[in-house]
């Protein structure tokens, strides 16, 4: 660990405590891929005033710095991230179809000021950014309230899906979010209505203006508990059906191309199975990039690459990846 590296711990820990406070964090214990080397500097923060804070002191030190969500659309590298590490998730571990259901309504650390936190006022759910998406669907259910029924199988963070209008079986996080409280890069908290959000496929304004997700405001409609549990349910199945879901992946490695499906595409050209050490094109569903057995970051990011390459020479379209890429391969 550098002087720097070792200065800035101390620094980050007087807000967060020594306890939330990391160095040379191994990322793949942070990523659904669950692969990738060390980050100099990994935090947890709870609320809006410690990520102010952290924020600062990373600014002023020219420090860079990456916010994670639950680690579901990144790949780092096997050497790793130089810089800080952000997460407002409660160890920003990826939800598990086991962990998934027994998890609580409203964080266990830092109150109503949590940025996990979940609350319920009538039809509409406060989430935070470090919430699951997961958790707020069973929320949603448990309060009779639809909407959310599409992100009950996703694994991201609140905060995730914002910046890239996740979705699932025609929903997507534009159709419900009423607003969304963000923190602009120059230190001012605003919050922005849907239509300020310019939700598209895979984006949102947050992926445009450096502003972070804190919370969302989420309006619902009320229906039938039953209903809601029977659709959550069939999603659950299709998924189980046609997704690799027993290997690590970060889910559709590829934005779908406009007129085509990423899957059909890939299989096309005749890559299921297409395999760089221990990643692999699955058979499954072609659209998947999974690690199959101990895979390197490199192999992952190796894959990808020969599949748009062979993807373009067969079809001449090509494929944008929804995975982010960070740190050193």
Known sequence: MTKRIEELQ???AAVTGPSRVRTDEPMSLHSSF??????????????????????????????????????????VGDKGFRGCVITLTQGGIPMTDTNRASA?????????????????????????????????????????????????GIPGSVG?????????????????AESVEALFPDGTV???????????????????????ALRAVFYLHPDEQEAITA?????????????????????????????????????QAGLAGFTVGGAMVSTKHCGFVINKDHASAADIRDVIRAVQKRVFETS????????????EF
Not at 117 to 130: D, K, S
Not at 316 to 327: D, F, K, M
Request: proline share 3%; with cysteine; charged share 20%.
């Open 34 to 75: 669950r692969a990738g080397g060390p980050a100099d500097l990994f935090v947890y923060v709870q609320t809006v005033q410690e990520l102010q804070e952290v924020m600062t002191i990373l600014q002023r030190a020219g420090e860079k710095w990456f916010l994670l969500g639950r680690g579901t659309n990144i790949l």
């Open 160 to 176: 995730g899906g914002l910046v890239m209008n996740a979705g699932a079986y025609d929903g997507e996080i534009k159709d419900t």
């Open 231 to 267: 659709r959550m349910t069939d999603y659950a199945q299709r998924r189980r059906d046609k997704q690799p879901l027993e290997y690590p992946s970060a889910g559709s490695t590829f934005k779908r191309p406009q007129g085509h499906f990423a899957g059909q595409l890939i299989q």
């Open 10 to 12: 101390r620094e980050i």
């Open 190 to 212: 605003r919050t922005l209505t849907n239509a300020e959000m310019a939700f598209g496929y895979r984006q949102s304004v947050l992926k445009k203006n450096g502003a972070v």
């Open 104 to 152: 609580p309504d409203v964080a266990d650390e830092g109150g109503a000021q949590s940025l996990c936190a979940l609350f319920v006022n009538g039809r509409r759910i406060t989430a935070g950014a470090g919430a699951p998406l997961a958790r707020a669907a069973i929320m949603a259910r448990d309060m009779g309230l639809s909407g959310l029924e599409f992100a009950a």
């Open 316 to 327: 001449g379209i090509e494929l944008e990846t929804e995975v982010i890429l960070l740190g």
